[in-house]
Antibody
Framework: LHLQESGPGLVKPSETLSLTCTVSGDSINRTSYYWGWVRQPPGKGLEWIGSIYYTGRAYYSPSLKSRVTLSVDTSKNQFALNLSSVTAADTAVFYC????????????WGQGTLVTVSS | NFMLTQPHSVSESPGKTATISCTGNSGSIASNYVQWYQQRPGSAPTTVIFENDQRPSGVPNRFSGSIDSSSNSASLTISGLKTEDEADYYCQSFDSSISNWVFGGGTKLTVL
């Protein structure tokens, strides 16, 4: 199983950050995984953003819930993150991850992609 | 909400043993599995312990994990420290009450 993030590396303040994660090596319909996003601001720790099941059932971090939308496209074996009304505080490396339904184990991780919020 | 607290930093000498704690602020940490991730600068996190005490293939048996229900904490122990073990370590678990995944704040391990 392999995950790869893609999307713009630069987003303007107040706009929407959009990233896609492409899953390869297995089907995103696999019932044993949630598909999620984790971010890491420069020099700071890991923050779980949200996770989605292949059915579309999504779970969000309370601190980001009002601005985050996750979606899944089973035909493309992809899932996506939209984060609206971004500010400089949203600048971070964003990782997509597979999460075991039973164990809650985050594995594997994508390589991560740096998104900078700046005008 | 359920939170996990780690020491900001731990420092130990090569060949010694380092232990990093991860303490839950409420509920029972034993209710859900705890994972531990190692992150070196510029790289994505990798798993060193999953399901409280299981090592993925390729992780040396110098790494071990445990749960202590009495203190509502998990621990990562690294014995026979090597300079290559110097990294940031994060614990992670699940908050069943609101179906959210949670990370600890991370611990910087220095081996010198």
């Amino acid at each position: 199983l392999h995950l790869q993030e893609s999307g713009p590396g630069l987003v303007k303040p107040s706009e929407t950050l959009s990233l896609t994660c492409t899953v390869s090596g297995d089907s995103i319909n696999r019932t044993s995984y949630y598909w999620g996003w984790v971010r890491q601001p420069p020099g700071k720790g890991l923050e779980w953003i949200g996770s989605i099941y292949y059915t579309g059932r999504a779970y969000y971090s309370p601190s980001l819930k009002s601005r985050v939308t996750l979606s899944v496209d089973t035909s493309k074996n992809q899932f996506a993150l939209n984060l609206s009304s971004v500010t400089a505080a949203d600048t971070a490396v964003f990782y997509c991850v597979a999460t075991g339904v039973i164990t809650g184990w985050f594995d594997p991780w994508g390589q991560g992609t740096l998104v900078t919020v700046s005008s | 909400n359920f939170m996990l607290t780690q020491p900001h930093s731990v420092s130990e000498s090569p060949g010694k043993t380092a232990t990093i704690s991860c303490t839950g602020n409420s509920g029972s940490i034993a209710s859900n599995y705890v994972q531990w991730y190692q992150q070196r600068p510029g790289s994505a996190p990798t798993t060193v312990i999953f399901e409280n005490d299981q090592r993925p293939s390729g992780v040396p048996n110098r790494f071990s994990g445990s749960i202590d229900s009495s203190s509502n904490s998990a621990s990562l122990t690294i014995s026979g420290l090597k300079t290559e073990d110097e990294a940031d370590y994060y614990c992670q678990s699940f908050d069943s009450s609101i179906s959210n995944w949670v990370f600890g704040g991370g611990t910087k391990l220095t081996v010198l």
